[in-house]
């Protein structure tokens, strides 16, 4: 019979599991049997990831700790199983499906709920919100809100503060029009000051989400269907279809009332989280008042699980939870903010240091009292969060001219704050890990930075802190650092490099993205990051019998237009070589003129690009233009470039045109792990810049023509290197052709031709596809032509949508 005591864990969110992960790694196992429950039917995720969720972000897997995790622990999960009652006196707990556990030891981590504030029209009854009406907390909060957005156009947040403006951006990232209304003058105004706020505020409208201070709601308006159809801000109605409620959070503390137990704003503990009344029961997480705080930030959870870990173990009896010292870095809509301690001087010696670029979006300012740091905020620029941080927790000694705390003039850079911080600084506030921990990770054996971040889940939150954990991982394997095989996977999910994994699809004749998945990644799970790439492979292999199936592509794959910084679109018509004539020209023309086209751009590639078209007019575009797509929006075969060739030029020793037009033709849209650019040259005078291309062709004279492969001239300058001087046009026609098949079979995911080439080799590219050492020239030749002949216009899609709401309307432009 055991002897193990049975502790019980009411909640399965990140701190009731955060409690459980810190008592196995104390060797619990064999002092306790653990049962936690959870009311929500899976396994515990990450809650700070659900903005990235709602964005339709690619992202590290959600769940911290999926289903088959506690079963491998040993730890009973009792999944969507709320409890709703205590019987302190027999020690028991008793679930919502009838079920019941004893417990010697119970700790509550009920967490927190969304507040919906007093507002008419919110409510059906006491227990269902009005359709269309939102909090923003669980995993099925944000998954209904998906699927509700799919549908719908306009919505307004509720609340401008961390979650609200995260929901906005999510929404914003859908399609929908966003307006966000904050009851305060100022945005985030926990953390930030009037004029950090109004910052922010430049910020987050230049995301195209509208902001308006210092309003409340009165009411929700209903329309015919009982849904969202407005919403009474102050003396006026705005028209909306969507509700998100962000107005803060209130304690889960039902159960404890119920209980018995004491509570205020808050479960009330003591200094080892014990409840007041019972020496049996704990409670953890955003559901604890300790000392007069409740705490609705990540860090001191994990606090207070390590206490209560070392507590319930024995590990160190002693241990007692003290309060938090609150210091926070984040990303809030993709914008940096760091906030610690004061946010302005609140005595008169105190010392304030501010610098604003509201132009940069930049705002820094520390408080200083009696020579320590007692206060620090960073908008927009947190290149010295680690020093500050330092200097906040530990009182470090500050520079005299204090300027130096906000600019790199002197000081350590953050390179050197990671040799300098003290083992017990916590580095990634997400997951409550310090520099010791990532230190100590490499000394266990983990010396490179994915593989230490996966096993600490530093940087697995926002993220802000990854620049940071590399370098700490980096001074700690101190010079062995490795890199992870991972790194050299196709996809994530997947752990094959290209070539094994482009086999396996054939041998096996997985023809969708979703069967690659159930086949060949771990436990069959899908992975947002390795959608993309597999959609592009995939499509590549099997060309028409390709499954497609249309949640692998990015937005931009979807309505096949580039996506823009205020949610509209650019639509790009191919011309052929950069060769058009005055009927096209006409019709672009006519087309900006009816669609109030905003911007008319010529490209650096020689095309037209129309900027601001909405998305619920691409298809009307599309249509009126009666021109193909010129491919300027995805990983694909985008564009030749040419100069006159033979035709004008006096220098002109081949027809470029004619090849470029040709080259264009032939080889438009292809699928590829990155976007491909073209050119030809008809001289070595290089007008249409062909030797810094992806592929580049440069007559010569006589019909010879020199084959460019990997240049670049973009963020990356590289002159390509000749692959080959073909005899014909034609013959450059097919080795164009045969390099760029091998390119899109062997090159990694978004891995460019000039980082392409040069990891090859160029000796050994021309012996495989010049000299044709393995035999593979004409099976590379063949494939290209399935390609080739497979190929569809895909604004042709304009005309028949290929699901519902595809070219629905984005936010109006004005």
């Not at 209304?181 to 985030?188: A, G, K, T």
């Not at 230490?452 to 010079?479: E, F, N, P």
């Not at 007019?617 to 300027?632: C, I």
Request: glycine share 10%.
């Amino acid at each position: 019979m055991s002897m193990r005591q049975q502790l019980v864990v009411v909640g399965n969110g990140m701190a009731g599991a955060r409690v459980v992960e810190e008592i196995l790694d104390r060797g619990g196992r064999d002092r306790l049997d653990i049962t936690i429950f959870g009311d929500e039917p899976y396994g515990n995720y990450n809650r700070i990831m659900l903005s990235g969720l709602l964005a339709e972000e690619p992202s590290d897997d959600i769940f911290l700790n999926p289903v088959p995790w506690y079963a491998e622990n040993e730890v009973t999960l009792r999944h969507g199983v709320r409890i709703v009652r205590v019987d302190r006196f027999a020690k028991r707990v008793y679930g919502d499906d009838g079920s019941i556990a004893s417990y010697d030891k119970l700790v509550l981590a009920t967490g927190s709920r969304t507040f919906f504030p007093k507002t008419e029209g919110m409510w059906v009854d006491n227990h269902t919100l009005t359709p269309g009406v939102f909090g923003f907390r669980t995993l099925d909060d944000t998954t209904a809100m998906i699927d509700y957005a799919r549908r719908h156009r306009r919505a307004v947040v509720l609340g401008g503060g961390l979650l609200g403006l995260e929901a906005a951006h999510g929404l914003r990232k859908q399609g929908l029009d966003v307006q966000v209304v904050q009851s305060s003058p100022v945005l985030m105004n926990q953390q930030l000051d009037d004029e950090a706020g109004r910052i922010l505020r430049r910020a987050v409208e230049r995301l195209g989400i509208s902001v308006r201070t210092g309003t409340r709601s009165s009411a929700i308006l209903r329309g015919e269907d009982g849904s969202v159809a407005g919403i009474e801000l102050g003396n006026e109605t705005t028209a909306c279809d969507m509700v998100v409620v962000t107005a803060g959070i209130r304690p889960n503390v039902g159960l404890a009332v119920v209980s018995g137990l004491t509570v205020e704003r808050g479960i009330v503990v003591d200094d080892q989280l014990r409840s007041v009344d019972d020496d049996h029961i704990y409670a953890v997480g955003e559901c604890v008042q300790h000392r007069g705080e409740v705490y609705g930030l990540v860090a001191p959870l994990w606090e207070q699980c390590t206490v209560l870990a070392d507590h319930l173990t024995g590990t160190d009896p002693r241990a007692a939870y003290h309060g938090s010292r609150l210091a926070t870095k984040l990303k809030v809509a993709g914008v940096d903010v760091a906030q610690m301690g004061l946010k302005h001087p609140a005595r008169e010696d105190d010392e304030f240091v501010r610098f604003s670029e509201p132009r940069h979006g930049v705002y820094k300012s520390v408080v200083i009292r009696d020579g320590r740091l007692v206060g620090a905020t960073l908008l927009g620029d947190s290149s010295k969060v680690a020093f500050l941080t330092q200097a906040y927790d530990r009182g470090l000694p500050l520079p005299e001219k204090r300027v130096e705390l906000l600019f790199e003039l002197a000081g350590p850079t953050q390179a050197e704050s990671a040799k300098e911080m003290d083992d017990s600084v916590q580095v990634c506030n997400c997951n409550g890990v310090s520099k010791g921990d990532l230190v100590a990770c490499v000394r266990g054996g983990t010396k490179s930075v994915s593989g230490v971040m996966t096993a600490t889940r530093a940087g697995k939150g926002c993220g802000a802190c990854k620049s940071l954990v590399a370098d700490i991982v980096g001074l700690a394997a101190a010079g062995d650092l490795e890199q992870d095989e991972s790194t050299r996977w196709y996809v994530p999910a997947i752990p094959m490099e290209k070539p094994e994994l482009l086999a396996e699809i054939k041998a096996r004749g997985l023809k969708s993205v979703s069967a690659v998945f159930a086949e060949l990644a771990r436990d069959g799970r899908e992975d947002v990051k390795s959608k993309m790439p597999l959609a592009s492979l995939l499509k590549m292999i099997w060309g028409p019998e390709y499954v497609d199936e249309r949640d692998a592509r990015f937005i931009n794959d979807r309505v096949h237009a580039n996506i823009q910084r205020d949610g509209t679109f650019s639509v790009v018509p191919r011309i052929s070589g950069g060769v058009t004539d005055a009927a096209q020209l006409r019709r672009i023309a006519d087309v900006a003129d009816r669609y109030g086209v905003p911007m008319i751009k010529l490209t650096g590639g020689q095309r037209i690009d129309l900027l601001g078209v909405r998305k619920e007019d691409l298809p009307a575009v599309w249509a009126d233009l009666g021109m193909p797509s010129g491919f300027a929006y995805g990983k694909s075969f985008r564009t030749v470039k040419t100069c006159v060739g033979t035709d004008f030029c006096r220098y002109g020793l081949g027809d470029s045109t004619a090849l470029g037009i040709e080259l264009e033709e032939r080889y438009k849209g292809l699928e590829s792990p990155a976007k491909m650019k073209l050119a030809v040259a008809g001289c070595p005078r290089n007008c249409s810049e062909a030797m810094v291309k992806d592929v580049g062709v440069v007559a010569v004279g006589d019909d010879r023509w020199e084959i460019y492969i990997g240049g670049a001239a973009g963020a990356s300058v590289r002159k390509g290197d000749v692959l080959a001087i073909a005899g014909s046009s034609a013959e450059a026609l097919r080795l164009c052709g045969t390099f760029m098949q091998y390119y899109r079979e062997n090159a990694n995911w978004l891995e460019r031709t000039y980082d392409f080439v040069p990891r090859v080799g160029l000796d050994e590219l021309k012996a495989v596809l010049v000299d044709d050492r393995d035999g593979v020239v004409a099976e590379l030749d063949a494939r290209m032509r399935e390609s080739v002949d497979a190929f569809s216009d895909p604004w042709l899609e304009g005309g028949k949508p290929v699901t519902e709401g595809q070219f629905r309307d984005a936010f109006p432009v004005r």
